[in-house]
Protein backbone atom coordinates (compact mmCIF):
# COMPACT_ATOMS: atom_id res chain seq x y z
CA UNK A 1 0.00 0.00 0.00
CA UNK A 2 1.32 3.20 -1.18
CA UNK A 3 0.57 6.60 1.19
CA UNK A 4 0.87 9.99 -0.35
CA UNK A 5 0.61 13.26 1.92
CA UNK A 6 0.71 17.06 0.09
CA UNK A 7 1.98 19.82 2.46
CA UNK A 8 2.90 23.14 1.81
CA UNK A 9 -0.03 24.97 0.44
CA UNK A 10 -1.46 28.44 1.56
CA UNK A 11 -2.50 31.86 0.90
CA UNK A 12 -0.03 33.82 -1.04
CA UNK A 13 -0.16 36.87 -3.37
CA UNK A 14 0.02 36.97 -7.31
CA UNK A 15 3.76 37.01 -7.70
CA UNK A 16 4.83 35.17 -4.45
CA UNK A 17 6.23 31.25 -4.52
CA UNK A 18 5.14 28.50 -2.87
CA UNK A 19 6.66 25.05 -2.37
CA UNK A 20 4.99 21.80 -2.17
CA UNK A 21 5.98 18.53 -0.78
CA UNK A 22 4.43 15.00 -1.72
CA UNK A 23 5.80 12.60 0.95
CA UNK A 24 5.57 9.19 0.19
CA UNK A 25 5.63 5.76 1.80
CA UNK A 26 6.50 2.24 1.13
CA UNK A 27 9.69 1.33 -0.30
CA UNK A 28 8.52 1.73 -4.17
CA UNK A 29 8.79 5.24 -3.88
CA UNK A 30 12.35 5.47 -6.63
CA UNK A 31 10.60 3.07 -8.95
CA UNK A 32 7.98 4.97 -10.29
CA UNK A 33 7.37 8.38 -12.10
CA UNK A 34 5.57 11.02 -10.35
CA UNK A 35 3.34 13.75 -11.05
CA UNK A 36 1.36 16.78 -9.84
CA UNK A 37 -2.21 17.54 -10.23
CA UNK A 38 -4.44 20.91 -9.69
CA UNK A 39 -8.41 21.09 -9.31
CA UNK A 40 -10.07 24.49 -9.32
CA UNK A 41 -13.52 25.18 -8.23
CA UNK A 42 -16.06 24.50 -10.77
CA UNK A 43 -13.72 22.29 -13.01
CA UNK A 44 -12.31 19.13 -14.18
CA UNK A 45 -9.00 18.01 -12.57
CA UNK A 46 -5.64 19.11 -14.86
CA UNK A 47 -2.45 17.37 -15.23
CA UNK A 48 0.82 20.39 -13.91
CA UNK A 49 3.63 18.14 -14.19
CA UNK A 50 5.06 14.87 -14.02
CA UNK A 51 8.75 13.50 -13.47
CA UNK A 52 10.46 10.17 -14.04
CA UNK A 53 11.78 8.10 -11.36
CA UNK A 54 15.32 8.98 -11.73
CA UNK A 55 14.36 12.82 -12.09
CA UNK A 56 15.88 12.63 -15.30
CA UNK A 57 12.97 13.92 -17.81
CA UNK A 58 10.25 16.44 -16.73
CA UNK A 59 7.12 17.52 -18.35
CA UNK A 60 4.55 20.38 -17.71
CA UNK A 61 1.54 21.81 -18.70
CA UNK A 62 1.69 24.67 -20.96
CA UNK A 63 -0.37 27.23 -18.63
CA UNK A 64 3.18 26.60 -16.19
CA UNK A 65 5.87 26.28 -17.59
CA UNK A 66 8.68 28.34 -16.86
CA UNK A 67 7.06 29.13 -13.29
CA UNK A 68 7.17 26.18 -11.63
CA UNK A 69 9.72 23.34 -11.05
CA UNK A 70 9.28 19.73 -10.29
CA UNK A 71 11.79 17.66 -8.76
CA UNK A 72 12.59 14.46 -6.01
CA UNK A 73 14.62 13.13 -3.64
CA UNK A 74 14.35 9.37 -3.47
CA UNK A 75 16.28 9.54 -0.08
CA UNK A 76 13.91 11.10 1.53
CA UNK A 77 10.95 9.43 -0.74
CA UNK A 78 9.66 13.11 -1.41
CA UNK A 79 8.73 14.87 -4.33
CA UNK A 80 8.30 18.67 -4.60
CA UNK A 81 7.20 21.63 -6.63
CA UNK A 82 8.05 24.94 -6.62
CA UNK A 83 5.80 27.47 -7.43
CA UNK A 84 6.62 31.10 -8.70
CA UNK A 85 5.57 34.01 -9.73
CA UNK A 86 1.65 32.19 -9.06
CA UNK A 87 -1.33 33.97 -10.75
CA UNK A 88 -4.81 33.93 -9.14
CA UNK A 89 -5.81 31.34 -12.07
CA UNK A 90 -3.32 29.29 -10.07
CA UNK A 91 -5.80 28.73 -7.25
CA UNK A 92 -6.56 25.09 -6.66
CA UNK A 93 -6.09 21.95 -4.62
CA UNK A 94 -2.82 20.02 -5.57
CA UNK A 95 -2.45 16.72 -5.55
CA UNK A 96 0.56 14.43 -6.11
CA UNK A 97 0.03 11.18 -7.66
CA UNK A 98 1.91 7.94 -8.32
CA UNK A 99 2.54 7.79 -12.26
CA UNK A 100 2.99 4.38 -13.86
CA UNK A 101 2.57 4.68 -17.24
CA UNK A 102 6.21 5.25 -19.47
CA UNK A 103 4.69 8.55 -20.97
CA UNK A 104 4.99 11.53 -18.94
CA UNK A 105 2.85 13.13 -21.45
CA UNK A 106 0.21 10.93 -20.93
CA UNK A 107 0.20 10.05 -17.35
CA UNK A 108 -1.80 7.10 -15.91
CA UNK A 109 -2.22 7.39 -12.38
CA UNK A 110 -3.22 4.98 -9.31
CA UNK A 111 -2.18 6.21 -6.17
CA UNK A 112 -3.30 9.91 -5.04
CA UNK A 113 -2.74 12.32 -2.27
CA UNK A 114 -5.29 14.14 -0.51
CA UNK A 115 -4.53 17.28 -1.60
CA UNK A 116 -3.11 20.90 -0.10
CA UNK A 117 -5.22 23.86 -1.08
CA UNK A 118 -3.12 27.07 -3.04
CA UNK A 119 -4.98 30.04 -2.97
CA UNK A 120 -3.86 33.19 -4.35
CA UNK A 121 -4.96 36.49 -4.28
CA UNK A 122 -4.52 39.74 -7.06
Known amino acids: QVQLVESGGGLVQAGGSLRLSCAAS????????MGWFRQAPGKEREFVAA????????YYAESVKGRFTISRDNAKNTMYLQTNNLKPEDTAVYYC???????????????WGQGTQVTVSS
Open 26 to 33: GRTFSSYA
Open 51 to 58: ITWNGGRT
Open 97 to 111: ARVWSTQLQTPRTDY
